[in-house]
């Protein structure tokens, strides 16, 4: 099975913080979560983290914060498109 890196925006940077290269997440797509009837979905299960890079000085919290997973080439595709359209969140394996 082929892995690619996949750049990911997590909705909580505090939460990003806790993350270190080598750990496993499963990666959650919240959708319509600020109007609480949101619906929950995971769309990638143990990926590993190959990088968490360091936040802007610039950046808004809100905005979240950026890690890289290595996942297979069609995890990374729904992960792209999950985070188009929902907010995402990581628990860790």
Known sequence: MELVAAPVRIADAATVRLL???DRVDVVAADGAATGGGVARVVARGARVT???EAARDSAAESGALIVLSVPRATAARLAGAGATSRLAVTLC
Do not use: A
Request: charged share 35%.
């Open 51 to 53: 990088k968490v890079p």
């Open 20 to 22: 270190r290269p080598g």
